[in-house]
């Protein structure tokens, strides 16, 4: 077959470039080649140092040692996320978001047996025993668990820095992956406006068949040869701007936080991860509503309990802006974006990383025999990726709409109607008289699943009517008592697994630094 798809070449590196190339040598039929063209002259923007679970499957498709990984690539295990501060100025406000759904989640909704008890515990801790084992800084499983074995849902902290490089070395030692280093000077298309291949500086034309954009926010191939247009999304999601820093641990064996901390700010949150060796940290926030000062004022005074006032004050901050938003199409002709070039909304629930393995998940899955049935699957893939696209912005809106805060007109902003969209204002309405749940999921594999809506509603004290239908403490009889008596059941089960996991689950750092003197077992 002369139309046969064979030649895959990558354009940029990083997270993106690495992991497309990874994920799509791993999985893709046996004739196909994939060649990575990295430019020595960009340095990667590293955005993505959170990761969802999905990594840990991508990882081990692409046969990666999950010991290496934490040898080589600095780092921790991520159990979900703890929001403070985002529905009111209370000190004491604050919930989580874990990466374990709520127990028996697909066979029975819990919310509406926990809402006639919901001033007695938060949602998270009453289905799922993650939050209580991330507020002891405890890990998600045990040396003896093999290799992405779990005791409870994980995915990862990692320096993007290290990453990358250590992708690169498994892609092109055991994946047979091609490296080029070289700058991409021309694009050459062929007659059906397809592109033909790409020249470098240092190798000539390298042709393909396939192409990926993965040179970040330049978006070489999409945007400055196809001009695919860019669809800014700002008006719902205010943030255009980051000041980030990383900050060393006071000592060797400080403690390391198994969850990303999401702070909320005047204008805008910080976020604090902890890697073995540092923690990183960054104010994102909206240059319409303050400015690089004063963000980098507040970003100094969350640092300074921490490091105290002068080095809290000396430490380098470097600025990240970026147009949150994303193409109009992600695959046109004969070639994809992938990554940044695709678009970039906020860190906001670590979407950049898991929207990178998608995609080229999706390309090594369906990946195309032939030019002739590539438009297909192009329009296959255009759909999915806008429906991933326009959840994610959803979801991610849903933190700030719930917020009771209006200390400031970022906040008070975020909250008016005509900044959120149709169909967030939809699930909203809904949600007053019916629990998030299964129905809630259009797609098989939804970005976020209904679990993750009810973990930041709940969290964040939305409201659900609770009346004689929908499961009232006082309007009991009216529910099926074998309901009652199982969702209670559930609930002193995980009382119950709270107080197991206290005694088996060690600290982070203690794991840690077990995995990397004696390794994990292989499975």
């Not at 006639?116 to 993650?130: G, R, S």
């Not at 060796?277 to 319409?288: A, E």
């Amino acid at each position: 077959m002369t139309d046969q798809i064979t030649r895959v070449v990558i354009v940029g590196g990083g997270s993106a470039g690495w992991l497309s190339a990874g994920i799509i040598a791993a999985s893709s039929p046996a004739h196909v080649q994939v060649t990575l063209i990295e430019s020595p002259d960009v340095q990667p923007i590293g955005v993505g140092e959170g990761t969802w679970p999905t990594m840990r499957a991508t990882l081990q498709t692409m046969g990666i040692s999950e010991t290496d990984f934490f040898r080589e690539c600095d780092a921790s295990f991520k159990q979900g996320s703890k929001f403070s501060r985002w529905t009111s100025l209370s000190q004491e406000d604050d919930y989580y978001h874990p990466f374990t759904p709520p127990a028996k989640y697909h066979d029975i909704n819990l919310a509406p047996f926990w809402l006639p008890f919901k001033d007695k515990i938060p949602f998270a801790n009453a289905v799922c025993p993650q939050a209580a084992m991330c507020d002891l800084g405890n890990a998600p499983k045990q040396i003896t668990t093999a290799e992405f074995g779990a005791v409870l849902n994980y995915g990862y902290h990692l320096d993007a820095g290290k990453f990358a490089p250590f992708l690169h070395k498994h892609c092109v030692e055991k994946l047979g992956v091609h490296y080029i280093s070289a700058n991409v000077i021309h694009i050459n298309s062929q007659d059906n406006g397809d592109i033909e291949s790409v020249t470098t500086d240092a190798q000539g034309k390298i042709p393909g068949d396939l192409f990926i954009d993965c040179t970040g926010l330049s978006s070489l191939l999409m945007e400055k040869h196809y001009r695919i247009p860019f669809v800014s999304r700002k008006a719902i999601l205010f943030n255009d701007s980051a000041l980030a820093v990383q900050i060393p641990y006071a000592e060797g064996q400080t403690a390391i936080a198994s969850h990303t901390l999401s702070t909320a700010q005047t204008n805008g949150w910080i976020w604090d991860i902890g890697l073995q060796s540092r923690r990183g940290i960054g104010h994102v926030f909206s240059s319409d509503y303050t400015t690089d000062e004063a963000a980098e004022r507040e970003l100094r005074h969350y640092l300074a309990p921490s490091v105290g006032n002068k080095l809290a004050e000396e430490l380098a901050v470097r600025k990240i802006t970026f147009n949150p938003g994303h193409r109009k199409t992600f695959w046109h002709k004969n070639c994809v974006a992938i990554g940044l070039s695709a678009g970039f909304i906020e860190p906001l629930e670590a979407t950049a990383l898991v929207l990178i393995e998608l995609s080229a998940k999706m390309i090594a899955q369906q990946f195309p025999a032939n030019r002739r049935v590539m438009d297909t699957i192009a329009k296959r893939f255009n759909n999915t990726l806008s429906h991933h696209w326009e959840r994610i912005i959803d979801f991610l809106k849903l933190h700030y709409v719930l917020t009771k805060r209006t200390d400031s007109a970022y906040w008070r902003d975020n909250g008016a109607a005509n900044t959120m969209p149709d169909s967030l204002k939809e699930l909203l309405a809904l949600w007053k008289v019916q629990s998030p749940w299964l129905h809630d999921e259009v797609l098989r594999e939804e970005m976020f699943p209904s679990a993750s809506y009810q973990y930041v509603y709940y969290g964040m004290k939305g409201t659900t009517e609770v009346d004689a239908s929908s499961g009232g403490n006082r309007n009991r009889k009216h529910m099926h008592e074998k309901h009652w008596k199982k969702a209670e059941a559930l609930f002193m089960e995980n009382a119950q697994h709270i107080q197991q996991l206290k005694k088996i689950l060690r600290p982070n750092r203690e794991l840690i630094e077990k995995i990397k003197q004696h390794g994990l077992q292989t499975i």
